[in-house]
Structures are given as C-alpha cells and as structure tokens.
Nanobody, 126 residues
Framework: QVEVAERGGGSVEIGGSLRLSCVVS????????MGWFRQAPGKQREAVAR????????YYADSVKGRFTISQDKGKHTIYLQMKGLTPEDSAMYYC???????????????????WGQGTQVNVSS
C-alpha cells in the first residue's frame, strides 16, 4: 500500500521561510511524478509545484515562481518544498501527491494524482 506523508508545516511571519518534506513509501513500481498542492478555505486546490522524478524537471504555479523550490532526494523517496518570501496568500493546507503513471515529455499533471497525503497546515501572519 502506497503511503504519502508530509511534514514541516507551521506558522511563520510575513517574509519568512518554511521547508516542507514529503516521503512516499510502500510502492513497488517507480514514482513518476510528485507534487505539492494547496487549498485555502473557500478556494480551489492549486497545483503549487510538481516534479518529474526521473528527469528532475520542476513545474511551478505562477503565484510561487521565484519564491518556492521543489527538490528531491531519490534515495529517500522524498521531495521538499522550500518556501521563501511567504505572504498571507500562501496560507493553506499543503498536500503532497504522487503518481506512478508514465507521462509524455517528462510532464507532470496538475491534478488527478493517485496517492495523496493528509496535508500539513501553513499559516503566514504579520
């Protein structure tokens, strides 16, 4: 059974930084894509950052480009989301997701991932 577990959320002041981590376990087939998604109350879920595991190609939402960095530690089946310059608009529940399907051209989808974590809360306040 594939499990996805996030860690690292919390409260931070405006302009601060946080680092989220996500580990996937229990998979026999390779993971092709992993990503970070967030959802604030009353808003739709947003694909914040995705990573094609094999090629290490990242994809970012326009709202976080230049501030967030997604990375991986293949040996630990773990991805990270380094967040800098946080604003109140970044406050949300952050979810990690993983998928084993093969996507063309090192692409990673923005939705419909198969495996999801329980989420970790990020709060940014003044």
């Amino acid at each position: 059974q594939v499990e996805v577990a996030e860690r690292g959320g919390g409260s931070v002041e405006i302009g601060g930084s946080l680092r989220l981590s996500c580990v996937v376990s229990g998979h026999s087939d390779p993971i092709s894509c992993m990503g970070w998604f967030r959802q604030a109350p009353g808003k739709q879920r947003e694909a914040v950052a995705r990573l094609h595991i094999g090629s290490n190609v990242p994809y970012y939402a326009d709202s976080v480009k230049g501030r967030f960095t997604i990375s991986q530690d293949k040996g630990k089946h773990t991805i990270y989301l380094q967040m800098k310059g946080l604003t109140p608009e970044d406050s949300a529940m952050y979810y990690c997701a993983a998928d084993q399907r093969v996507f063309s051209n090192s692409g990673c989808p923005v939705r419909d991932y198969v495996y999801w974590g329980q989420g970790t809360q990020v709060n940014v306040s003044s």
